[in-house]
């Protein structure tokens, strides 16, 4: 656990470090679930995307921001949804900081390769940007881009956090196959990832 703004962020090593490895490479996950079940997830028993990682000589890590897994949760948490987001980027950029900082103390590295998924490349691209000297290369999957006639505006009176379901995260694992074809993602593969889902929320089992 590293300490940010009174949080506790969990971070840990995917794996052991195979020998020669790169600089540390370090996951960052996107909106709505944790590192653990997105780059650390074995679908059927296959290897996860950190299996890979490591197979290909990077030594991985990965880490929760704070509301996700293993870290801590915002204290209005606690409490019923109110307007004003929590963890905006400058909040999740000092949570990605701390974590270099931690994985380059553990490895003696001097800076740090960012595999970033979805909401997460917001948070690594801006780090790169405001700390180029620790990163050494930035990799965005799926990265969140601009559109052409978006608007920020009424964006303070989003509720603060909410309530995403097994069901929810199973819907959008499908959302985008092609009709026709066959899902990726069956039933029965879902189903030990939806219960390690719930099981990340000291609230969603009481």
């Given at each position: ?25 370090i ?11 997105a ?33 801590s ?102 959302e ?31």
């Amino acid at each position: 656990m590293v300490q940010v703004d009174g949080l506790s962020i969990h971070v840990a090593r995917f794996g052991d470090a195979p020998p020669g490895a790169s600089a540390p490479l370090i996951y960052v996950h996107g909106a709505t679930f944790p590192a653990l079940l997105a780059a650390g997830w074995r679908f059927a028993d296959k290897l996860s995307w950190a299996d890979n990682l490591i197979e290909a000589g990077y030594d991985a890590w990965g880490f929760d921001f704070a509301g996700y897994g293993a870290s801590s949760r915002y204290p209005q948490m606690a409490e019923p949804a109110v307007p004003g987001p929590l963890g905006r980027s400058g909040d999740a950029v000092r949570q990605l900081g701390a974590v270099v900082n931690h994985v380059t103390t553990e490895t003696g590295s001097r800076n740090v390769i960012l595999l970033a998924h979805s909401w997460g490349t917001i948070v690594a691209a801006r780090f790169a940007a405001e700390h180029p000297s620790f990163v050494e290369r930035l990799v965005l999957f799926g990265p969140i881009l601009r559109r052409l006639g978006g608007s920020l505006d009424g964006i303070d009176t989003l509720a603060g956090w909410d309530l995403v379901t097994a069901e929810d995260q199973l819907k959008r694992f499908r959302e985008d196959v092609p009709a026709g074809e066959p899902q990726l993602i069956t039933d029965a593969m879902f189903a030990p990832w939806g219960r390690a889902y719930l099981e990340t929320d000291p609230a969603a089992l009481a």
